[in-house]
């Protein structure tokens, strides 16, 4: 059901179908290639050694360099931690990347609806955290269905009610002979989002999924990341005590003996990954469960990727908070287009290609072979659908012409990548003349 703690081989993904995706063929719904590559398979056009400068803006980006430290930096501090990744997919929806993840440790992938569950199967991920409850009669019916074929996929759903419960039985009623669904109770926090309200209404569920003969009750689920937007001492402390919770939930479903194998307690955004560690990494070692052998994920999905906006700010392991810090991975490159006032230039990218809703983009440098700062009071005030306000005081036309390249600092990784079918990714973001070396698929 379950790998144990001290089972730590890779999980598989099918490579040779990652492979496959640089023999897709190029064209007009990749958004800022250039015409040029149109019709040539990704493969053909990275062995011409493509610069970012013969790409149309505006662009997104991803370093490989940071990239690369990203997926060191995090694999070793959950080693060292004790814990095991499953990040969570929906942040890029690339599986690329998630090959990476998994080649470089991960425990799994985790997953937010049916749909890209689906997707993963499709590349042959063997194992997923759906991080939610799968309710809908089709995604189950494709569940049991894809678990009798292959007998080592691994699935993990939530279920945070009674009434779940039933309707997943329901759904489950006629799966082939043997098929059981492994579920996760959700703890969930006042004011919070999905989850079982308290202990109480948590153990009443877990009680029904541990009787139900279509469900398997594997473990505890949660997301912290919904009670708290800050480390504020208030939402520090709150975050603490829903860990804490869910620690005792996981005892008590053990002491109850409702576990029939080996348990999952997963917690964890990219946000508070220090209090996950703190408050349950201890379970993977403690005999409190009755003995029951304990896996603790961790399902930070950002981390890869970081940024330059929310998570640099509340991350434990961003610059400034850690020796060995992430770094982001991400830009967007946009082109100055009008300067129709002399504090005001208007850049070529809007909220149909950058993130906005964890902040603004921040202006870092004007991009090319003589690379410069921007003014350091320079803001991006505002986005329209094609279009980004860059607000320059005490400035004028002749310190960012119309023409010039800005590369713009990003919040949020979840919503850059679904604006994008194909992101290119270059050797280093801080290059006078970066250059093209991937071309990362995306699915949403």
Not at 236 to 252: G, I, K, N, S, T
Not at 255 to 278: F, H, K, Q, R
Not at 323 to 344: C, I
Request: aromatic residues 6%; negative net charge.
């Amino acid at each position: 059901m379950t790998l144990g703690p001290e089972e730590g081989s890779a999980v598989a993904i099918d490579n040779a179908v990652i492979a496959a995706l640089h023999e897709r063929t190029l064209g007009p719904e990749h958004k800022s290639l250039p015409p040029t590559a149109w019709g040539r398979t990704v493969r053909e056009y990275l062995a011409a050694a493509p610069l970012l400068e013969e790409f149309e803006t505006p662009a997104l980006t991803l370093d490989r360099a940071a990239m690369d430290s990203n997926l060191a930096v995090m694999a070793d501090w959950a080693a060292a931690a004790g814990v095991r990744l499953a990040p969570h997919g929906k942040t890029t929806m690339a599986p690329q990347l998630w090959a990476e993840q998994l080649a470089a440790g991960s425990w799994g992938i985790t997953l937010a609806t049916g749909w890209q569950v689906q997707v993963a199967r499709s590349f042959g991920v063997a194992r997923v955290m759906l991080a939610n409850a799968l309710l809908d009669p089709v995604g189950l019916r494709w569940a049991a269905a894809e678990l009798a074929r292959d007998p080592g996929f691994e699935l993990f759903s939530w279920v945070d009610g009674v009434g779940s419960v039933r309707e997943m039985e329901r759904h489950l009623a006629d799966a082939p002979e043997g098929v059981r669904l492994s579920v996760l109770v959700e703890l969930g926090g006042p004011h919070g989002r999905t989850g079982a309200r308290g202990l109480e209404a948590a153990r009443e569920v877990a009680e029904a999924v541990h009787r139900s003969p279509r469900l398997i009750l594997a473990g505890v689920g949660g997301y912290e990341g919904a009670l708290a937007h800050d480390r504020s001492p208030e939402k520090v402390a709150a975050v603490r005590r829903y860990l804490d919770e869910m620690a005792l939930l996981h005892r008590a479903i053990g002491t109850a003996g409702w576990y029939e194998g080996p348990a999952v307690i997963t917690a964890g955004g990219s946000a508070y990954p220090d209090l996950v560690v703190e408050h349950l990494a201890g379970l993977a070692d403690e005999e409190g469960a009755q003995g029951v052998p304990t896996t603790v994920v961790l399902r930070s999905g950002a981390y890869l990727i970081h940024d330059d906006g929310f998570y640099s700010g509340i991350s434990p392991l961003a610059a400034g908070r850690a020796e060995r810090p992430l770094r982001s991975a991400m830009h967007g490159w946009a082109r100055v287009v009008s300067r129709p006032e002399a504090e005001l230039a208007l850049l070529d990218a809007g909220k149909r290609d950058l993130p906005f809703d964890e902040g603004l983009p921040v202006p870092q440098l004007i991009a090319g072979p003589a690379a410069a700062k921007l003014n350091p009071d320079a803001t991006v005030s505002a986005l329209n659908d094609q279009h980004a306000f860059l607000r320059l005081p005490g400035s004028d036309a002749q310190d960012l012409p119309v023409g010039g390249v800005v590369r713009l600092g990003l919040s949020h990784p979840c919503t850059a990548f679904d604006k994008w079918r194909l992101i290119p990714v270059i050797d280093d973001a801080g290059a006078e003349r970066p250059r093209v070396v991937d071309l990362v698929h995306t699915f949403f």
